[in-house]
């Protein structure tokens, strides 16, 4: 599990040889949250991304609620062989992002919940 809770931890998270993918999503997102702003990212969002092995229990945990309760997030989308489920915990609009490959070796039943929410907002 990779967890960025600060700009610094995005920072050195963009040093890592991750997925390109990856890589331009976080961007997309730094980008988007800190334009216009001098706030630590880690004031606005919490962003995890999951990897092979990680357990829902150790995912749920990290993230603070039930990752894959129907309601649990505000929207899920896939973006190539990546899924985003964004999550607003709080009023001031402080959100926890699940970055979570489809891939081997991802819990099932994380993987299933995301796959269908994806589904069900293409209706």
Known sequence: MLVIDSTIAMARAMERPIDD???????????????NTDDDLGTLALFIV?????????????????????????????????????????????ATVLLVQDEYGIDPQLLACLRAEVAYSKR
């Open 50 to 94: 999951v990897a092979p092995g990680d357990s829902l229990s150790t995912i749920e945990a990290r993230a603070g609620y039930p990752v894959i309760t129907t309601g649990a997030v505000e929207w899920v989308q896939q973006h190539g062989h990546w899924f985003e489920a964004v999550a607003i915990l709080s009023d001031d609009g402080f």
């Open 21 to 35: 993918d990856l890589k331009r999503l976080l961007t997309l997102r730094r980008d988007q949250l800190t334009h």
